[in-house]
């Protein structure tokens, strides 16, 4: 029988890091295109979580392709 988590263990991105605001959020995308940094290293410079920097860049990624 599968067992449900223990959230405190746990560090699946379930828990997020909430937001980014406009600033972070475009120095993340900048330095992404860069392609000098992983999500690891954008979410210690910007002080956020790399959660927040992947939704970021999966977001940028689908206006980039004309999905608005």
């Given at each position: 029988?599968?067992?449900l988590?223990?959230r405190?263990?746990?560090?699946?991105a379930?828990?997020?890091s909430?937001?980014?605001?406009?600033?972070?959020?475009?120095?993340?995308?900048?330095?992404?295109?860069?392609g000098?940094?992983?999500?690891?290293d954008?979410?210690?410079?910007?002080?956020?979580?790399?959660?927040?920097v992947?939704?970021?860049?999966?977001a940028?990624?689908h206006?980039?392709r004309?999905?608005?």
């Open positions: 029988m599968l067992q988590a223990d405190r263990r746990s560090r699946s379930a828990a997020m909430g937001k980014m605001d406009e600033l972070q959020a475009l120095a993340a995308v900048i330095l992404w295109k860069s000098h940094f992983d999500t690891f954008l979410a210690a410079v910007l002080g956020v979580g790399e959660d927040a992947c939704r970021t860049l999966q940028a990624r206006v980039g004309g999905h608005l």
